[in-house]
């Protein structure tokens, strides 16, 4: 039994939306197109496991019929050729169509290629030109165009992906890191800077599904000077002392010098990993806590809250994830029990807690 999906609310000013779908069925989203993308001019689309987002006379029709104002159409779609069901050539007679007088009119051109980094069985089809994207996937395509100005950030998916990229994004100020990749310390020597002015124009770094270490974290500040935001699944801080890292000589003028502000640790984190930061980072203004904190809250609360610590005197927010009711009440009770602050707020914003002082 399949439930019709509805949506009870308008959005006439929607002209933009970038969605990353994964076993999403084809016909739940034309539900949401007809419902809410009458006025949209942007899609930017990434798809697979279900090949009927490969059916070009299916999009034509939504397009035409309830996507009218639609000027730009990115669209990458990963597949499989190992799958029984679906041999290449299956793709190549459904991709073929995308090919016809409605997507050149348009100027809505596409290509396929294999997809560096995975297996060999995988390929992505994907747009080309002739628009400008603001966020781009370096997931194993190499594409003909040599000016990527308008690339703010770059999502990178694999090792192989860095390595095999030949082109320079000059304008990024975002990195995220998903998948299989080199540690941060392997890309910062020599990968990373031949894609992007590293130094000068990186801002936020994102590192999800692998640990980053305490050091390359060092090294990656040391060299990324105007990094503003940090955010990681996984520190690590199995390969050194905690008792003499703040005497390494790297560490202090990282410290002295780094101008990171916000930071975002998503899970396995430690007080002792907290404190480290804390030193490390001693302009952050904002900290967030997904997970795996309970165990140490009212320590956590003392040392970012005492008034002899002075590592963080410009931090006046926290957030922290998980059981927002019950963390909430703690919350508050450890302020109050340890008059650690005067004045102060505490509210659950979607599935949130925050402490602003």
């Known amino acids: 039994y399949k439930q019709n999906i509805t949506f009870p609310i308008t959005l006439n000013n929607l002209t933009y939306i970038s969605l990353e779908l994964n076993h999403f069925d084809f016909d739940d989203f034309e539900l949401l197109a ?42 990458q779609y990963n597949y499989r050729t190992d799958i029984e069901k679906y041999s290449m050539s299956n793709y190549e007679n459904l991709i073929k169509n995308f090919t016809t007088p409605f997507w050149i009119e348009r100027q809505w051109f596409f290509s396929s290629q294999h997809s560096f980094g995975y297996s060999a069985n995988n390929f992505l089809f994907f747009s080309v030109k002739p628009y400008k994207r603001a966020t781009f996937r370096l997931s194993g395509i190499i594409e003909e165009k040599s000016n990527f ?35 941060i310390r392997d890309l910062i020597d020599s990968s990373v800077p031949c ?14 599904d692998v640990p980053v270490y305490f050091m390359d ?28 890292i703040q005497q390494d000589a790297v560490f202090q003028l990282v410290s002295k010098t780094n101008v990171v502000k916000d930071l975002t640790l998503k899970c396995r984190s430690s007080l002792e990993k907290v404190e480290l ?19 140490f809250l009212t320590s ?7 008034k002899t610590n002075n590592n963080n005197h410009h931090l006046s927010s926290l957030c922290f994830i998980e059981e927002a009711d019950e963390t909430k009440e703690n919350l508050k009770m450890v302020i ?18 925050y402490v602003w002082w």
């Open 34 to 75: 007809k419902d809410l993308f009458h006025n949209l001019q942007v899609l930017s689309l990434y798809a697979s496991l279900r090949i009927e987002y490969l059916d070009a006379n299916r999009w034509q029709n939504l397009i035409l019929s309830h996507i009218p104002n639609l000027i730009i159409f990115d669209f």
């Open 149 to 183: 100005d308008s690339v703010h950030h770059i999502e990178i998916y694999n090792t192989h992906a860095i390595n095999k990229c030949t082109n320079y994004f000059p304008n990024t100020t975002k990195l995220s890191f998903t998948g299989e990749w080199a540690p």
């Open 195 to 208: 894609i992007i002015a590293l130094k000068q124009q990186l801002t936020e770094i994102v590192v999800e």
């Open 217 to 244: 974290l060092v090294k990656l500040l040391s060299v990324a000077v105007n990094l503003k935001r940090l955010q990681f699944d996984l520190l690590s801080i199995d390969e050194i002392n905690p008792a003499t």
């Open 277 to 295: 930061l804390l030193v490390l980072c001693p302009r952050l203004q904002h900290f967030e806590l997904h997970y795996d904190f309970t165990s």
């Open 300 to 306: 956590l609360m003392r040392l970012i809250l005492s």
């Open 336 to 353: 109050k029990n340890d008059k650690l602050l005067d004045d102060y707020m505490v509210e659950c914003i979607d599935k949130k807690v």
